[in-house]
């Protein structure tokens, strides 16, 4: 099981981060929030949990471990797979997760993509009493060497949005966002997604 990974990020783009290891260089998934905040040619240190599939090894990367538990307790939940227990984290910081769960919101959860009402009533069901721990920190804010609303756009086409459906929502959400939410990419992204609803996706899920 490989746990963490540290070492030069080689690339940081969407969703897909590669970091070299010992010369070999790794590709992690992990959220475009995450993605923004990390720097080519400086050294990181990202928790990994590896998934291992009949035909298939992919490594899920954390900032931290709260978003660690979060990824664990939604892959624990029937129809959650891991890139739907992403989307979540893309949407929701953890502390966000854990008070939706605590106040039976699961219309926070129905808000990410891939995320139909019947799973997000489960997602409650399931992890109802399992994140009394998580902190409910924000996360820390993200590096702004592209506009807010450029990152934004970058990060929707990495989760799979079709570049156009997710410029237009960037454009809807920039015309309704507060300040605070302009000045923050994450702010800004989860407003963005709930501009796009329900929308499909230009890939397909995965179970």
Known sequence: M????RGTVLSAAGTMVVIEVGGVGLSVQVTPQHALGLRVGSEARVLTVLIVREDDLSLFGFADADELVVFDALRGVTGVGPKS???????LDPGQVAQAV???????FRKV????????????????????????????PVS???????????ALVGLGWNEKVAGLAVEDAVSSATETELAAVPALLRLALTKLGPAQQSGGSDQ
């Open 85 to 91: 227990a992403m989307g979540v984290l893309a949407a």
């Open 144 to 154: 702004k060497s592209a506009s807010v609303a450029d990152s934004v756009l970058v």
């Open 2 to 5: 490989i746990s963490s990974v």
């Open 102 to 108: 605590a106040l039976e919101d699961d219309a926070a």
């Open 113 to 140: 993509s891939g995320i139909g009402p019947k799973t997000a009533k489960l997602i409650i069901l399931s992890l109802t009493g399992k994140l009394i721990g998580i902190s409910a920190t924000r996360r820390a």
